[in-house]
């Protein structure tokens, strides 16, 4: 079974392999060829890899190199704009007494007539030779005019981006822990704490609590406890507690079976031949299993067709990357699908292809589950070192590679 896994560089033989670890541990590591390695690979790299899980270890088929290091400082974009004419400010200064009567009187129109009343004086009389700024409340808004006199036009709005409503979350499963309550008033005094205990960790949670207290009556001079009694007392216990508390899940997610998640519905159903011990509750886990098996089973179809229909609009790489992340781990791929995705991934794979897609294709079909039986026609006239390369490496999960 193929997987991707951490590993780190631990040392070069003269062979020309090299051993790794699984990064940050001791285990599990192994040997690899050194042809996988990037150029520039040094003992220390921790790396992305392919590797087989079998019987005999675990191989490594390829090695992905180190991703490259961030910026510490953020890219910046250059704004160049046209070319902007400038205009010098000029000033000239103006005895007291003059100026005085200027702003008194006000500028002076074409012809020596004063400007009338509400009509706003131009030129902005001392103001535009002494460069002083206008007023609060004066030309306030107006739009900026260019040098040729016009002013900007104001640009439109800009539409709404549109955006996708993602896809709704599944709910989570929300006990109300109804008959774990039930079960714990019908106890005695002296079972209820060996009953929490129990629900905290189980039989080994006792042994802790019974120890602590122990470790306690040590340093006061007391007398220990008996480890025993209270051990065989939960053991008894557990059985009712396990029951009582599938039992408030199991009924949590009868009610809403099509909205939970689906991990949760499995793990409740699978919990169920431990904890459904008379026929009310193996009517509720015979209820939950058909509705785990109709969810799967819909989401199976789902992907079976999402897969096809990506074959008949012609998109090979999304179809073989939907075949690869199958809804339950247990799904077989239909042996007609297979035999399409097959076809069509032969047919992309061959010297007439462009470099970049023949990548691409490959790429995509090194993840699915048609790997090997797939058998290229053949690598382009004019590969390119980085595409013999990828080739190499995936050569592992695409057996018929190797000849190529």
């Excluded at 040098?147 to 896809?167: C, S």
Aim: aromatic share 2%.
């Amino acid at each position: 079974m193929a997987r991707r896994i951490d590993i780190e560089l631990t040392s070069a033989r003269p062979d020309g392999t090299w051993t790794w670890r699984a990064a940050g541990a001791k285990q599990p590591k192994g040997v690899l060829e050194g042809k996988l390695l990037y150029e520039g690979a040094a003992v220390g790299d921790v790396v992305r890899a392919e590797a087989d899980f079998e019987i005999e270890g675990i191989f490594v088929t390829s090695v992905l190199p180190p991703k490259a290091k961030e910026r510490k400082e953020p890219e910046r974009l250059q704004i160049i704009g046209p070319p902007r004419e400038h205009q010098g400010v000029t000033s000239s200064l103006v005895p007291k007494s003059e100026r005085g009567r200027g702003e008194r009187r006000g500028p002076r129109r074409e012809g020596g007539d004063r400007p009338r009343d509400g009509e706003r004086p131009r030129g902005g009389g001392d103001r535009a030779r002494t460069g002083e700024r206008p007023r609060d409340g004066e030309r306030r808004g107006a739009r900026p005019s260019r040098p040729d006199g016009r002013e900007r036009a104001a640009h439109p709005p800009r539409e709404p981006r549109e955006e996708r409503p993602a896809p709704p979350k599944p709910k989570r499963l929300t006990p109300l822990n109804v008959h774990r309550a039930a079960v714990l008033e019908s106890l005695s005094p002296e079972q209820r704490p060996v009953a929490e205990q129990v629900l905290r960790g189980g039989i080994p949670a006792v042994r802790q609590a019974v120890e602590a207290q122990n470790a306690k009556l040590r340093e006061a001079g007391g007398t220990e406890v008996k480890a025993e009694p209270l051990v065989a007392m939960a053991e008894e216990l557990l059985p009712r507690l396990k029951t009582a508390e599938w039992r408030d899940r199991a009924e949590a997610a009868a009610k809403e079976v099509d909205e939970i998640a689906l991990r949760d519905l499995r793990s409740v159903v699978s919990g169920a031949d431990a904890a459904a011990r008379d026929d009310e509750t193996r009517l509720l886990a015979s209820t939950l299993r058909e509705a785990l098996e109709r969810r799967v089973a819909k989401q199976r179809d789902e992907w079976v067709k999402e897969i096809a229909t990506c074959l008949d609009d012609g998109r090979l790489v999304r179809a073989l990357r939907v075949s690869s992340r199958p809804p339950d781990p247990g799904t077989r791929f239909p042996a007609e699908l297979s035999t399409r995705l097959v076809d069509a991934a032969n047919a992309a794979l061959n010297p007439d292809v462009a470099p970049d897609r023949w990548a691409t294709v490959l790429e995509a079909v090194a993840g699915s589950p048609v790997r090997r039986q797939v058998k290229p026609v053949g690598l382009p006239a004019e590969p390119g070192e980085q595409l013999l390369q990828a080739a190499k490496q995936s050569a592992g999960l695409v057996p018929a590679l190797a000849p190529l």
